[in-house]
């Protein structure tokens, strides 16, 4: 079955980089977009960047412009994201989730990986 | 702010209705039919039931609908079950940026 396994959260101060990973088995990793989406403490769903299946097209929200990296190694089935100049603004819980329909619809999802931002 | 508007909270008793809208600034919603509805429990990752404005993924119980007018989108629930009561979200993929709406908290009374 579809599994996917994020890690690399965790305490960082402001202005500091973490890099995600998210771990992808069940699926042809390689046909697939996948994006990160967060939550903070408290607070709903963010849509944060999304990355095409072959890697060539990436898209990121507003918030982390600039900021944020999302890349993926289809022979190793990983998913990355590159977090620099990080804020207290971007403490929250990261998924990576897997696309499906051909809608930006995420059909899987993993259990997320914990980044808190704090001096 | 979320550019998709949700109430914050709806409730019902077991085996009512509900529907929970999501209104869209702009062309966020309107014209487009790439909105979905996830499902979210505390503690657990988000489920997607809902996509293409009302198409259900394999396994997905038909008690949850979807339709959209105009910029509101529109999730249906009937036959309100315990299991239900959740986190609801909206989202609209639009060029190649997608959206959440704020999540409405359900409860089953």
């Known amino acids: 079955q579809v599994q996917l396994v994020e890690s690399g959260g965790g305490v960082v101060q402001p202005g500091r980089s973490l890099k995600l990973s998210c771990a992808a088995s069940?699926?042809?990793?390689?046909?697939?977009?996948i994006h990160w989406v967060r939550q903070a403490p408290g607070k709903g769903l963010e849509w944060v960047a999304v990355?095409?299946?072959?890697?060539?097209?990436?898209y990121y929200a507003d918030s982390v412009k600039g900021r944020f990296t999302i890349s993926r190694d289809n022979s190793k089935n990983t998913l990355y994201l590159q977090m620099n100049s990080l804020r207290a603004e971007d403490t929250a819980l990261y998924y990576c989730?897997?696309?499906?329909?051909?809608?930006?619809?995420?059909?899987?999802w993993g259990q997320g990986t914990l980044v808190t931002v704090s001096s | 702010q979320s550019a998709l508007t949700q109430p914050a909270s709806v409730s019902g008793s077991p085996g009512q209705s509900i529907t929970i809208s999501c209104t869209g600034t702009?062309?966020?919603?309107?014209?487009?039919?790439?909105v979905s509805w996830y499902q979210h429990h505390p503690g657990q990752a988000p489920k997607l039931i809902l996509y293409n404005v009302s198409k259900r993924p394999s396994g997905v119980s038909n008690r949850f609908s979807g339709s959209k007018s105009g910029n509101t989108a529109s999730l249906t629930i009937s036959g309100l079950q315990a299991e239900d009561e959740a986190d609801y979200y909206c989202?609209?993929?639009?060029?190649?940026?997608?959206?959440f709406g704020g999540g409405t908290k359900l409860t089953v009374l």
């Open positions: 989202s609209s993929y639009t060029s190649s940026k997608t959206v």
């Open positions: 989730a897997k696309e499906s329909y051909g809608s930006g619809s995420c059909d899987s």
């Open positions: 990355i095409s299946y072959d890697g060539s097209n990436k």
């Open positions: 069940g699926f042809t990793f390689s046909s697939y977009g």
């Open positions: 702009s062309s966020v919603v309107d014209g487009y039919p790439y």
